[in-house]
């Protein structure tokens, strides 16, 4: 009987644990959905993402999971795959009429760029599960051929890539990245292509990737590594610009402009009023690093050398500044910030921003910035811009202190 009885006890205690947790890993390939989430992860971007809708005790949903797990790996970089839990997350499972578990719903980015939400009738495993998924990428590389190619090249924005292919067809790992790169990179695909002109871009063997950072037709830099997602996408990234449609603009801008507030430049720049947080960070993403200078100036120094020596490797990706926030105090509270120095990736685009949290270190800060271009990070919403302090009147104030 007390054996029992024990048993009970840690069947109750298990699935409670499964209730609190979900059954899949943070850490896992099948990202854990949330309401905080949910509106980032799967309604905004090009991506498509791939939905279920679980309970934690649910049997199918047990059986299903081990088959879950291994579509997302395979599909990892191509297509989302997410999972809710509707004991955990039952408004926003009702938002979507969730009568049964698991349910599966596919969302796919429409032409009009909003993401519509289809019932998933195919089988539980996880070929049928990629099969499906991989069927909805859309493509948005462009056909090239001899014919086309020097208009391609010649085309705004300068920076494009081009991939040397002999397929008739488009592979899936492509039409991913052309869904990554959509408005910030052109993707081409060059195909019957003349020997002489292979011959002129040193292409040698197919698949070849190049990205040319001209238009003069002879500037390109060639793709060495893993035929992977990941490798590709880091590859390509510092190539695109924020907007394909504005980048002739923002070329102005930065070669035109010597403001020591100017974007282009590849440090953190000081940044003491609302009007010229506004001139440098009005759009794209922006990082923003704040001190106490009052503090420890020198160790604060120390942190800036090193953040400057990061940038470097992200320019003309993000915006960099920084600001006194012993002068301008009122920015800490703002944003919830606890400890100084910190720091946050700001999207005025979007009115979000991402906190940093982590070690001032540089595999830390580097992977932060990773993450965030890549979206891998939760960004959570704020109402108004940062909060300067009067520099005139703080001054003063200090002035009679003294």
């Known amino acids: 009987m007390r054996i029992n009885y024990f048993l009970v006890i840690l069947l109750i205690a298990f699935i409670s644990i499964e209730s609190v947790f979900g059954f899949y890993s943070d850490k896992g390939d099948v990202i854990n959905l949330n309401k905080k989430n949910f509106k980032q992860q799967v309604l905004e971007g090009d991506g498509n993402v791939m939905v279920e809708f679980y309970a934690p005790w649910c049997g199918h949903c047990k059986s299903l999971k081990p088959e879950y797990e291994k579509a997302a790996k395979n599909v990892k970089g191509l297509v989302k795959i997410a999972a809710i839990n509707c004991d955990e997350e039952k408004e926003l499972c009702g938002q979507y009429q969730i009568q049964g578990f698991p349910t599966l719903k596919f969302f796919a980015t429409q032409k009009n760029g909003k993401k519509q939400p289809e019932d998933y009738q195919g089988g539980r495993t996880a070929s049928a599960i990629v099969k499906f998924a991989l069927s909805k990428l859309p493509n948005y590389s462009t056909k090239v051929t001899e014919d086309n190619l020097s208009k391609f090249l010649t085309s705004t924005p300068s920076a494009k890539a081009l991939l040397f292919t002999s397929k008739s067809t488009t592979s899936d790992l492509y039409k991913a990245l052309s869904v990554d790169f959509r408005n910030t990179l052109p993707l081409g695909e060059a195909r019957n292509i003349k020997k002489e002109t292979l011959e002129k871009y040193q292409v040698t063997s197919f698949p070849t990737l190049l990205v040319f950072t001209s238009d003069d037709q002879e500037t390109f830099v060639k793709y060495e590594g893993k035929l992977e997602h990941s490798s590709l996408f880091k590859f390509l990234q510092p190539h695109s610009s924020k907007k394909s449609g504005d980048n002739k603009k923002e070329e102005t801008t930065t070669t035109t402009n010597s403001d020591p507030n100017d974007p282009a430049l590849e440090k953190f720049v000081e940044i003491k009023d609302s009007k010229s947080f506004e001139k440098t960070c009005s759009s794209g993403l922006c990082v923003v690093a704040l001190f106490d200078q009052l503090d420890d100036k020198e160790a604060n120094d120390k942190y800036l050398e090193l953040l400057n020596a990061i940038a470097t490797e992200f320019k003309g990706r993000m915006k960099f500044v920084w600001i006194d926030s012993s002068v301008h105090d009122k ?62 009147k703080k001054e003063t104030k200090k002035k009679d202190e003294l």
Do not use: C, H, W
């Not at 509270?333 to 921003?353: C, E, I």
């Open 331 to 392: 920015i800490v509270t703002q944003f919830d910030l606890s400890g100084l120095p910190n720091m946050f990736v700001l999207n005025p685009n979007k009115m979000r921003y991402t906190p940093f949290l982590g070690s001032f270190s540089e595999d830390s800060i580097k992977s932060f910035f990773k993450s965030v271009l890549s979206g891998l990070k939760n960004a959570v919403p704020y109402k108004e811009q940062p909060k300067f302090n009067d520099l005139e």
